[in-house]
Structure formats: C-alpha cells, structure tokens
C-alpha cells in the first residue's frame, strides 16, 4: 500500500502552512519499509526542499515521516 495522492495533498497542506516559504514544492516521496519488520508498520519519508525568499538565500529542508494511513508522525526541518 502507497500514499494516495489525497493524503499526499493533506500532508503537503500542512507543510505549506507551518513553512510557507515552500508553498508549491512538489515533495519526495520514499517508502521507509525496514526489511523483515513485520511488527513496525510502513512508513513514508516525505522530503519537501525549497528556497526562502531572503537576502541570504539558504535551502530549506522539511522532512516528514508519514504511515500509510496518511498519518503524520514526525516534521524535522534544517535551519
């Protein structure tokens, strides 16, 4: 089972409004299936980078991790 692009929206949603400096990034998107796990469930890595609009133009990198259900269980992001 993969992200429908539904709960892809809905993440990318919430990133936007926490960061709004990445409005608009289309994000990666890597499966973080450890192998055989069979009690951790799957889980998505979803990479949004981006540009703020500064004087000092330093790339911005949120990382978050999300089950298959969409649910989001962790935002990290660079200074």
Known sequence: ???TNVQ????S????KKFPELNGVSPEVQN???PNAKSIPQQY???FKG???APKSIVRVVRVTADTEGKVIK???SK
Do not use: C, D, E, F
């Not at 892809?8 to 993440?11: E, H, P, V």
């Not at 949603?13 to 936007?16: A, F, I, L, N």
């Open 1 to 3: 089972m993969s992200l």
């Open 13 to 16: 949603q919430g990133v936007y």
């Open 45 to 47: 890595l979803i990479i």
């Open 8 to 11: 892809l929206k809905s993440i």
């Open 75 to 77: 935002i990290s992001t």
């Open 51 to 53: 540009t703020p609009s």
């Open 32 to 34: 973080r299936n450890a």
